[in-house]
């Protein structure tokens, strides 16, 4: 069921559209808009047409699109003429080809979302508003949002690259280089043509998929391991979340004195936990073992370590291997400089 139009009581149905937009930046604009108020409705599920239905668009609008796909509740192309990227230019195509893997790789966080839109009534999509009710300043954006509880996206629908992201309170990472911004505050940043930016929330436990360098968007095909994308929390939380066969498991989160602890509890599958915002670290330590620090050399053979990546301003850590059918894993990490 994929519904045109929509009225009181219908947020029960499986998907809805978004609308027959012109294939320019007016367009995808009002996709925005109208996706933001379509999710303060009670809507969870739904798509747009990427690079919209009416006309062929310019190869920006058309990436830009793509981008917003990636991180809305369906990711469709659709329109009157080609969307295929391969008609857009190769710039396209590499950008399509890296918005498509991200989408993978997010895929079981996104599955979670739509469970607790589905048990809750909170849609996969937020407004800042919605999503941040205690802090006034969030009621007047219009051009951001959270992508399920974890991941602040701020799309560029306009066609300069110029762009003012309001952060909330805390301290916000960037999904693809770790680099941490302390809300609240405004930046202004200048965004190139094939990125989005995405930060994700202080306390953050994503769910991923990645290749075997464990980086986002890049081809899975010859293999992938399961990862868990994490923040330094801000105290003791507990996240809850479906494991890779679909049972109910959990991520409880502590802090103090410069350590941060999580306890994973029946997610087997978690190859790495990565501490996204600061590469450094002094000790780690996996159910009561301190695990070594390896070199990057070592750490493509060692069955568990862990390793500073200063590039994407991140912890890696291997974990051991789980010795329980539905373990219970606690990692600590003593992030003081000794």
């Not at 925005?32 to 409705?41: D, F, I, P, S």
């Not at 009416?54 to 796909?69: D, I, K, N, S, T």
């Not at 301290?171 to 930060?199: C, F, H, M, Q």
């Not at 992938?224 to 890779?244: D, F, I």
């Amino acid at each position: 069921m994929f519904a045109r139009g929509a009225a009181p009581g219908t947020q029960k149905w499986v998907g809805q559209f978004a609308g027959d937009h012109p294939s320019n930046f007016d367009g995808l604009k009002a996709v925005l808009t109208g996706a933001l108020n379509l999710c303060a409705c009670g809507y969870s599920t739904w798509g747009s047409d990427i690079g919209g239905y009416f006309g062929l668009p310019e190869p920006a609008v058309y990436m830009r699109w793509v981008q917003f796909g990636c991180f809305s509740p369906l990711m469709r192309p659709h329109g009157k003429a080609s969307r295929d990227p391969w008609d857009f230019g190769e710039a396209a195509v590499a950008s399509y080809k890296f918005d498509a893997w991200v989408r993978e790789n997010l895929l079981n966080y996104i599955y979670n979302a739509a469970v607790v839109a589905h048990e809750s009534g909170i849609p996969i999509m937020r407004s800042m508003a919605v999503a941040f009710p205690h802090e006034l300043q969030m009621a007047s954006v219009r051009d951001q949002f959270m992508f399920g509880s974890d991941l602040l996206v701020a799309p560029v629908i306009r066609e300069d690259s110029l762009r003012t992201i309001l952060f909330p309170s805390g301290v916000w990472t960037s999904l693809w280089d770790g680099k941490p911004v302390s809300g609240p505050a405004n930046l202004k940043i200048s965004v190139a043509l094939d990125e989005i930016p995405v930060y994700l929330k202080p306390g953050a436990a994503v769910s991923v998929q990645l290749s075997r360098e464990l980086r986002f968007g890049e081809s899975m095909t010859n293999g992938r391991v399961s990862a868990l994308v994490v923040t330094r929390p801000n105290g003791n939380e507990t996240v809850s979340l479906l494991n890779a066969q679909g049972e109910a498991a959990r991520v409880r989160t502590q802090s103090k004195a410069g350590r941060s602890g999580w306890i994973l509890e029946n997610l087997i599958e978690t190859n790495y936990l990565l501490v996204y915002g600061t590469p450094n670290a002094s000790m780690v330590k996996v159910d009561g073992k301190i695990l070594p620090k390896l070199t990057a050399a070592q750490f493509n053979s060692m069955p568990a370590g862990w390793e500073p990546d200063p590039a994407g301003h991140r912890l890696v850590i291997q974990l051991p291997l789980a010795q329980a059918p539905t373990p219970t894993r606690e990692i600590e990490v003593d992030f003081s400089v000794r």
